[in-house]
């Protein structure tokens, strides 16, 4: 087999190239290791007629192309939904986005104070040059209060200490948010005003989600290709890429559903496979510097457990942070209100308890 490019996987990334060469004429194929599902970690899964999302995905973009992207391969299906999300922390919900009034009331009178104290203190004598999230994170919202709502839940995720975790990862995440606009959002909320870019996403109050979860889109984007003529492999796993230096063409080595080992030539690969995965089956080898930092990146694996239960109204949320450090599960999704179309039983819930390991 042949094609001018060949794209390795069938989540949001590959899909969207698919999508996006195909509409120019190109001719692309996609190969997918898993055998039902595109969307990859933004696939949609379903159990008796339950959808559920691999951790909830919100669909909100500082960019207007992306957004129109989304708006031309599901014109019809997406909803806008208000966002509804608290911490759980010392057997309180706490909102969040922080309300800091709010918060300093739920801590009591004695911690609030060592709270505000303590955010004086981070203002009035900031870490120079903050190196770590810590340190990021503790020069805005000041010790205290790092400690209580953003320590427990960002080492839960990322399974370091927030002082492995550099401080720009931290300015890019939380880009905008400070205990001052925090203070702000609160009073006056957060209003979009045309101007994507000025828009602090941690604080977003509405967002977009496809009707039945974000598979939907990738689903619909898989049909799009295809109906342009671009080609999609189900259940191929890529192992190797060896690229002939003469011809500057790659051959494509990759796994079919039976175990064969089958290869395609294409003139060019995108692949949104993982780094470390992918550096080590290419040929010509890269150097041993490039493999070394390759094979050094850490992957954190993803376990959603599924609650189905009566309805009893226990909360509206989208979902909810479980900062306690007395337990593992570090979020609760529900899935009702992302969508009302994820839960098919007006009388059920379905609630997804995350893990991050
Ligand atoms: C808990 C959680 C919550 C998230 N929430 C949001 C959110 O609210 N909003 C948002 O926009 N994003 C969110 N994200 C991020 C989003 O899921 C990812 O950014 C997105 O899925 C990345 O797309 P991708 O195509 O690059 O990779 P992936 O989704 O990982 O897809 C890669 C695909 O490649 C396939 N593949 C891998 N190796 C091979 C191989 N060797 N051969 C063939 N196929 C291969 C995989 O099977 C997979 O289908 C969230 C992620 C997580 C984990």
Redesign the pocket.
């Known amino acids: 087999m042949k094609a001018k490019i060949a794209i390795?996987?069938?989540?949001?990334?590959?899909?969207t190239a698919g999508y996006l060469l195909s509409k120019e004429e190109v001719d692309v194929i996609v190969?997918?290791?898993?055998p039902v599902?595109?969307?990859?970690?933004?696939?949609t899964a379903t159990y008796k007629g339950f959808h559920f999302?691999?951790?909830?995905?919100?669909?909100?973009?500082k960019s207007k192309a992306v957004e129109d992207l989304w708006t031309e391969i599901l014109p019809n299906d997406m909803l806008a939904r208000p966002r509804s999300s608290r911490i759980f922390y010392g057997s309180k919900f706490f909102s969040y986005p922080l309300k800091p009034f709010e918060a300093l009331l739920k801590l009591g009178i004695f911690k609030s104070v060592l709270c505000v104290l303590s955010w004086m203190k981070a203002r009035l004598f900031p870490v120079r040059n903050p190196r770590n999230f810590e340190e990021w994170v503790s020069n805005q919202f000041g010790k205290r209060l790092f400690k209580t709502f953003f320590k427990s839940y960002t080492e839960k995720v990322w399974g370091m200490s927030c002082k492995e975790i550099s401080a720009d990862w931290a300015a890019q995440r939380i880009k905008g948010l400070s205990l001052g606009s925090a203070i702000k959002n609160a009073l006056f909320p957060q209003r979009y005003n045309g101007d994507r870019t000025k828009v602090i996403k941690t604080l977003i109050n509405s967002f977009r989600y496809p009707r039945r979860g974000p598979g939907m889109m990738w689903e619909a984007c898989a049909e799009k290709m295809k109906a342009l003529g671009g080609k999609l492999e189900m259940g191929?796993?890529?192992?190797r890429c060896s690229c002939d230096e003469v011809s500057g063409s790659w051959t494509v080595e990759?796994k079919n559903r039976q175990g064969d080992l089958r290869t395609i030539e294409a003139e060019h690969i995108i692949s949104?496979?993982?780094m470390r995965?992918?550096v080590c089956g290419l040929t010509p080898p890269v150097g041993e510097r490039t493999k070394r930092a390759a094979e050094s990146l850490k992957y954190r694996d993803?376990l959603t457990v599924m609650l189905i239960l009566k309805d009893r109204h226990m909360f509206n949320d989208n979902w909810i942070y479980i900062h306690d450090p007395s337990v593992k599960v570090g979020r609760v999704q529900n899935f009702r209100s992302w969508s009302p179309e994820m839960v098919p039983d007006p009388d059920k819930v379905c609630y997804g308890l995350?893990y991050f390991c």
Do not use: T
Request: proline fraction near 5%; hydrophobic fraction near 40%; charged fraction near 20%.
């Open positions: 390795i996987g069938a989540g949001p990334a590959g899909l190969l997918e290791a898993d599902y595109v969307g990859g970690i933004s696939r999302d691999i951790g909830g995905h919100r669909f909100f973009s191929c796993k890529v192992m990759y949104s496979a993982p995965e992918l993803f995350e």
